[in-house]
């Protein structure tokens, strides 16, 4: 990591040639994944760099960055998912995402998808793709989906289904370092797997971006391959 930093940094002049400010645009779900220890890591490797951090659903921030009004975007997409063209992307991780119950909870219902049917859910407002996903995984299976709970926060999510609250969907390293997770439970549903890519992307064309934005890429791969999974 910090030799191709080192590299980076050369490339770029030592950062002198680098942006004032560069606008970053990054996914809900990975906010705790990027704006610590990767931003961290670029700000030392190029301290006269301002970095501007907004976060949104990853096809809104996906359609700021085409818009010129965000330089670059942290993203979740559907694995297979092809890019807009204009743009220039890399591949850093995937996200695996896991419905989880209470520890304790009583299961009277069928198994498979046909036992979702009716139950609730805690789960992000809408705009979330994991949450549209999942919508119509159950909606092309006849599964009737009721929203107990919408809210932002995954930690409070958890809480929520801990409680008895609902099903939740959450990323499975989320549940791995989460406090509540001797409470909860990951429930293996066939036929409700819907694996993620986590994109780096930006303009195509945007040459003097490249040694900042090329950092990230690097830090953010480090960060990810570093992850816990639930047992």
Known sequence: MLRAVR???????????????IRIGVAHALTEVTLTEPVDRLRR??????????????????????????????????EGERLPAGLDAVAVGRERLVVVEPRRAHRTRAGGLAGLDGAGWVLNPDGCAAR????????RARVRMR????????????????????????????LARSRLRSR?????????????????????????????????????????SRRRRPE
């Open 7 to 21: 590299e980076v940094q050369s490339a770029a002049g030592h950062d002198g040639d680098a942006p004032r400010e």
């Open 132 to 139: 549209a996903m999942l919508g119509r995984i159950l909606h």
């Open 184 to 224: 909860l439970r990951v429930r293996r549903v066939p036929d409700l797997e819907f694996p993620l890519t986590i994109w780096c992307l930006r303009r195509t064309g945007d040459a003097n971006l490249a040694p900042v934005l090329g950092a990230l890429d690097h830090a953010l791969g480090a960060r990810l």
């Open 45 to 78: 490797a190029f301290p006269r760099v301002t970095l501007a951090l907004a976060t949104g659903w990853s096809r809104d921030l996906l359609e700021r960055v085409r818009a010129g009004s965000l330089e670059a975007a942290v993203i979740l997409l559907p």
């Open 147 to 174: 929203v107990a709970v919408e809210t932002y926060t995954y930690e409070l999510q958890l809480a929520l289904v801990a409680r008895g609250r609902g099903l939740g969907l959450v990323p499975a390293r989320i």
